[in-house]
């Protein structure tokens, strides 16, 4: 039997983050509350905070979400492709979507207060600037495109100028003209 609590309750996680998510995308990151939750994912309030107890456990859920999401966009990338994590960081950002950017400023906001919220991006970070540093004979080349990459992410996300759209796919084929002809 406990096999199968266990189960229910990872299905129900997933439920309550898939709901979150939902919300987000359709209503903005403002109406995202514990009963709105309840209501989407179709459980009790009481279901959704046995899962995440706090609001501060329910943004860290959606950051590892997040964070797995990222990850697995490498697994689309040929197997044979160079400076992969790169690639990666570039297919993240022709991905972006409204959603997943109101669903960032809410984990942003939540880390304002406790800093600590975002140590699992950090470290991911941390690992991702080593590999480039590995896939790539010019690391500063690479430090140079991977950060490009960031601040594009971070002036889409928080509603800075950017160009707009096509100016940001612009931005977007010249840095994979760069990961393309570098060694």
């Not at 990666?88 to 409204?98: E, K, M, V």
């Not at 991977?146 to 992410?153: D, H, P, S, V, Y």
Request: with cysteine; glycine share 4%; net charge neutral.
């Amino acid at each position: 039997m406990k096999n199968g609590s266990q189960s229910r309750r990872k299905n129900a996680s997933a439920r309550v983050l898939t709901a979150a998510r939902a919300i987000a995308a359709r209503e903005g990151v403002s109406h995202i509350s514990f009963d709105a939750i309840a209501r989407e994912a179709g459980l009790s309030k009481g279901g959704v905070l046995y899962n995440f107890p706090t609001k501060r456990d329910l943004m860290a859920a959606l950051l590892r979400d997040m964070l797995s999401e990222h990850e697995s966009l490498e697994a689309r990338l040929p197997q044979d492709s160079r400076q992969r994590t790169l690639r990666r960081h570039l297919c993240s950002l022709r991905t972006l979507d409204a959603a997943a950017s109101d669903v960032s400023m809410a984990i942003l906001a939540v880390a304002a207060a406790e800093p600590d919220l975002l140590d699992p991006l950090r470290d991911a970070l941390e690992v991702d600037l080593s590999c480039i540093e590995a896939e790539m004979k010019d690391t500063s080349l690479g430090r140079l495109i991977f950060f490009a990459l960031q601040g594009l992410r971070f002036h889409s996300l928080l509603a800075l100028p950017d160009g707009g759209p096509s100016v940001r796919n612009e931005l977007a084929q010249k840095i994979e003209e760069m990961i393309d002809n570098a060694h």
